[in-house]
């Protein structure tokens, strides 16, 4: 079965850095791109980043681009989000998320708090 497992989320003063981990398996996983969603409570799940199957094209929300980075390692099955010079605005959590031959599957979430 499908599964996505994220880690890494903390607390974080503004302007800190975290890196989350989004650990898969049960399928190809060098098959399909990988996305990063984040929520706040009461706020729908927004779209942040995305990373093509090689890692050759990335996508970022407006919000992040040119303080978060996607990666991926295709040999461990893991997804990567570097965050850097994070804000209060960027506090909520973090999911990872893969899509199936048209079903969406996702992890538990990362909480990722910035905050003096």
């Known amino acids: 079965q499908v599964q996505l497992v994220e880690s890494g989320g903390g607390l974080v003063q503004p302007g800190g850095s975290l890196r989350l981990s989004c650990a898969a398996s049960?399928?190809?996983?060098?098959?399909?791109?990988i996305k990063w969603y984040r929520q706040t409570p009461g706020k729908v799940r927004e779209f942040a980043a995305s990373?093509?199957?090689?890692?050759?094209?990335?996508v970022y929300a407006d919000s992040v681009k040119g303080r978060f980075t996607i990666s991926r390692d295709n040999a461990k099955n893991t997804v990567y989000l570097q965050m850097n010079s994070l804000k209060p605005d960027d506090t909520a959590v973090y999911y990872c998320?893969?899509?199936?031959?048209?079903?969406?599957?996702w992890g538990q979430g990362t909480q990722v708090t910035v905050s003096s």
């Open positions: 998320n893969v899509m199936i031959r048209g079903t969406n599957y």
């Open positions: 990373i093509s199957t090689t890692g050759g094209s990335k």
């Open positions: 049960g399928f190809t996983f060098s098959s399909y791109s």
